[in-house]
């Protein structure tokens, strides 16, 4: 068995009239994150991860921010065409380990249905996403409440 490991990053900033989509769950906040999609952080972390472990290159290369068809695409579509490059190749997930950092909206209350809905979309149990989340204690962009970052590392296997 090949297995192979891939990390992901990204960050958004926040934006008035957006919703706040994070890990395919509509949040309720004042802000939602600007993007060209609908700036979903967490997903698009774990696209990344994805992507990489594959040795597929990124999401920006497979899904560009320029691209009228990507114009406010739910990211959870991404997600899925990203799981069906990685199964096109070979591999399947074994499992996600993310971290989302902000300092609001509060996260914890969303974790549960965020790997839910994970799971319902890349076709894998539940069990094999880890989703947490922390602040920036107050320090940088996060800490002043300007946007949210997320983290994402994935083991990936090939039989």
């Not at 799981?83 to 549960?112: F, W």
Request: with cysteine.
């Amino acid at each position: 068995m090949k297995i192979r490991v891939g990390f992901g990053y990204d960050v958004h900033q926040f934006a008035p009239n957006r919703a706040l989509w994070l890990g395919g769950v509509s949040i309720e906040h004042s802000l939602g994150l600007l993007g060209h999609s609908d700036a979903d952080v967490l997903i698009h972390a774990i696209c990344d991860a994805l992507l990489g472990a594959a040795n597929l290159r990124d999401i920006g290369y497979h899904f560009s921010d320029t691209s009228p068809e990507f114009k406010n695409i739910d990211s959870k579509i991404l997600l899925a065409k990203t799981m069906n490059l990685l199964r096109e190749q070979g591999y399947e997930l074994s499992n996600i380990d993310a971290t989302v950092c902000a300092e609001e909206p509060k996260i914890n209350p969303h974790i549960a249905n965020m790997k839910q809905t994970l799971a319902q979309v890349m076709h894998v149990s539940e069990e094999d996403i880890s989703i947490k989340a922390t602040t920036s204690e107050k320090m940088g962009f996060v800490g002043r409440k300007e946007g949210m970052a997320a983290y994402a590392t994935v083991l990936i296997y090939k039989q």
